[in-house]
């Protein structure tokens, strides 16, 4: 499968099966986090890897807010009726708590930017697509409570929270959203020669 074929077969799922992710394909994602480029080479990239009930049940609770119809009509499996609001739980097995060390990043000499979410960023990228070449579905989320999290995780001050990824087998049942996925607009809307009169 050539890298092409698998951004195309990465989808986003948002109903997963309770089948464990097996430890061997685990240890292939990380691995393509591992090399992953960051800047200079620090690696400041922190991975929690969530995988037992209790640190899911952690999860549920900080990706739990209150309800909000426009999340509900992007994404149905969002809507807790349970509790009347939004979770942005779906069942994963496997959550990667994506993180950067704050003390351990590559600091731009002029803007004094930190690289540390860019670095997180491209790791969780690699994940996700070698995710997606065993077979795995993901989905990336940034909104949830990141104070609770640190509470609940006990995260180090230094380490500061970038994304989840939700990793394992679709659901049975699990339709993808057509609505969201699939369509990319054309380069000549994102892409330019030189300058920005000279579109692709």
């Avoid at 240890?27 to 990239?45: C, D, F, M, Y």
Wanted: with cysteine; hydrophobic share 35%; glycine share 6%.
């Amino acid at each position: 499968m050539d890298f092409m074929e698998i951004s195309r077969k990465r989808k986003t799922v948002r109903r997963f099966s309770q089948t464990p992710v097996e430890q061997e394909k685990l240890e292939k994602i990380l691995e393509a986090g591992r090399w992953s480029p960051t800047a200079v080479n620090l690696q400041p990239q922190r991975i929690l890897i969530l995988n037992t009930s209790e640190s899911l049940a952690k999860v549920r609770e900080f990706c739990s807010f209150g309800y909000d119809q426009k999340y509900v009509d992007l994404a149905k499996e969002c809507e807790d009726k349970e509790k009347g609001g939004v979770n942005f739980y779906y069942g994963a097995p496997l959550v990667l708590f994506v993180c950067y060390d704050a003390d351990a990043c590559w600091t731009h000499p002029q803007s004094g930017e930190s690289s540390g979410v860019t670095d997180a960023t491209i790791v969780a990228t690699h994940m996700m697509l070698e995710a997606a070449s065993l077979d795995l579905g993901s989905v990336w989320i940034s909104y949830f409570d990141q104070d609770k999290a640190r509470e609940m995780l006990k995260l180090p001050e230094n380490w500061k929270p970038v994304c989840m990824l939700y990793v394992g087998y679709p659901a049975d049942d699990f339709v993808p959203n057509t609505s969201l996925g699939g369509h990319r607009k054309p380069l000549s809307e994102t892409c330019f020669y030189n300058e920005l009169s000279e579109r692709i």
